[in-house]
């Protein structure tokens, strides 16, 4: 399993590279889910393509803004930005609106132009909940499928399957550093009216609001989705889905990725993170070598949960339990 890390600075890269990151993404402030684009935009985009390729890592921009207000000009300046980046090299793009794809086709056809030259991974923005999902978006090209955070492995074993036999990659986040578990592509928790809240998971287990105004006349419809959204994931204790035991059975599963995305994070936090979750990975590798699948689930967990709690050493990988102390 490869690890993905976000990057938001130039100077980011090398020792992202360093940590164990096999990819870096990032996004532009104009395009992305998330307003926390590249420093330096996209000036700097073409120097981190540069940097990272030196390093031998795959660089993906996210263009995974789900709704888009085009007017004909704007529309046309945006396919015509989107081709310009990918002749810069950009690896692979992450998109969640096949719209966006279908004006490059149509804007390529007319122009008689080559399509992207990039790979497409389809954004946990625009979530696969089934393997017929997987057989629809297939049609568009996509060569990763980004699992959304509200399945667990049991739940996408069918989506799994259906990538396997389509040669589409499989990309999850990690359990403890996902941040926003929103409820799906169409969340506009993001952007009620001018203001704006989230569900998100703190420090503890407990779903909560980010600490964000909310338009009075949104707070009673915000309540209610939030206690669906909760009973969903968590059904009044710890997250049910996003979890130590997922994340072990992803691996064993066979995908091929796993990423972070707090963009914002300071370098060293990054860093830190990239080793934690190859630690993880490690330590799951470790374990089924050592054990066996079984037993090793049964340890993974009981060393992921105490770590959890206590926090997760800053260096290294964690040691490693036997079975007989999970047990």
């Known amino acids: 399993m490869k690890i993905i890390s976000c990057f938001s600075r130039l100077g980011e890269i090398a020792a992202l590279a360093e940590a164990g990151a096999a990819e870096l993404y990032c996004g532009l402030d104009q395009g992305s889910f998330v307003d926390a684009g590249l420093d330096g935009g996209r000036k700097a985009l073409e120097t981190a393509i540069v940097r990272a390729h030196a390093l031998g890592l795959g660089i993906t921009l996210a263009v995974n803004r789900m ?25 692979n793009f992450i998109v969640a609106n096949p719209a966006i794809l279908l004006m490059v086709n149509e804007h390529c056809a007319r122009q008689g132009l080559a399509g992207l030259r990039a790979g497409l991974h389809l954004s946990s923005v625009q979530p696969c909940f089934n393997h017929l999902a997987v057989r629809f978006f297939q049609r568009f090209g996509f060569r990763r499928l980004i699992l959304s955070n509200q399945l667990s492995c049991a739940e996408a074993i ?25 409820i799906n592509g ?3 928790f993001h952007a009620l009216g001018t203001k704006s809240a989230a569900p998100c998971r703190p420090a503890g287990s407990a779903l909560a609001l980010k600490a964000r105004p909310l338009d009075p006349r ?4 915000v309540a209610a989705i939030r206690e669906r959204f909760a ?23 066979g995908v091929q990725y796993v990423k972070f ?45 105490k770590l959890d709690r206590m926090g997760w050493p800053r260096e290294g990988a964690a040691p490693l339990p036997s079975p007989a102390a999970a047990r």
């Open 158 to 182: 069918p989506i799994l399957r259906a990538c396997r036999k389509a040669g589409v990659e499989t990309e999850i986040f990690d359990y403890i550093f996902f941040g926003c578990p929103y």
């Open 186 to 188: 169409r969340c506009d």
């Open 261 to 305: 995305g707090t963009r914002m994070d300071p370098l060293p936090e990054k860093v830190r993170k990239v080793r934690l979750i190859a630690a993880k990975v490690r330590l799951v590798q470790t374990l089924i070598e050592r054990y066996g699948v079984a037993p090793a689930r049964r340890a993974f967990l009981a060393q992921a949960r």
């Open 67 to 91: 709704q888009f207000d085009f007017a004909g000009a704007e529309r046309r300046r945006f396919v015509e930005d989107l081709l310009a980046l990918d002749r810069l090299g950009i690896d």
């Open 231 to 253: 009973a969903r994931m968590q059904r009044g204790g710890p997250s049910r889905i996003s979890n130590p035991a997922s994340f072990f059975d992803f691996v064993v599963q």
């Open 218 to 221: 949104r707070s009673g419809e």
